[in-house]
């Protein structure tokens, strides 16, 4: 290894992939890791159902403003599919 390349003793002297996450040094990191589990999204799709039906009564009495609910429905729409 030259001069200016970093030596990393724990990747066997290689650099290791930026996506590759070590918790070996971080207890704080290695816990929080251990107690994330999925949640249950159906109150976001509830949101986003509510959200279109939103759209629905808003098309058809003030029209000008179904651009509103937009950011609501793709929002509830991601967190339902649990993209965010």
């Not at 002297?13 to 949640?39: A, S």
Request: contains cysteine; aromatic residues 20%; positive net charge.
């Amino acid at each position: 290894m030259g001069e200016n390349t970093p030596n990393f003793p724990s990747a066997g002297g290689q650099i290791p992939c930026r996506f590759q996450v070590q918790f070996n040094g971080n207890p704080y990191l290695r816990k929080n890791f251990r107690l994330m589990e999925k949640k249950s999204a159906a109150l976001h799709w509830l949101l986003f159902f509510a959200s279109v039906a939103a759209f629905v009564v808003l098309y058809f009495v003030y029209p000008e403003l179904i651009t509103v609910t937009f950011p609501f429905i793709v929002y509830f729409f991601a967190k339902g599919l649990d993209l965010i």
